[in-house]
């Protein structure tokens, strides 16, 4: 029977990419609180219409 999960190389691999993304994750989630905490009225805002935003690029 073939071995699987992690203890192949390609399982390694992906527990790798696996840890990275979650830590990435955890970041930006500290980030996006941070970013709440110091500008309150900033989540509020409408966001941008899309015509404005690409007449501008």
């Known amino acids: 029977m073939p071995r ?3 203890s192949t190389t390609i399982g390694k691999f ?7 993304r979650v830590s990435e994750i955890r970041v930006l989630g500290e980030l996006l609180r941070r970013e709440g ?14 015509r404005e935003v690409s007449a501008a690029s």
């Open 14 to 20: 992906a527990k790798f990419h696996q840890d990275r």
């Open 37 to 50: 905490h110091h500008a309150p009225g900033a989540a509020a805002q409408p966001p941008p219409d899309v």
């Open 4 to 6: 699987r999960g992690r």
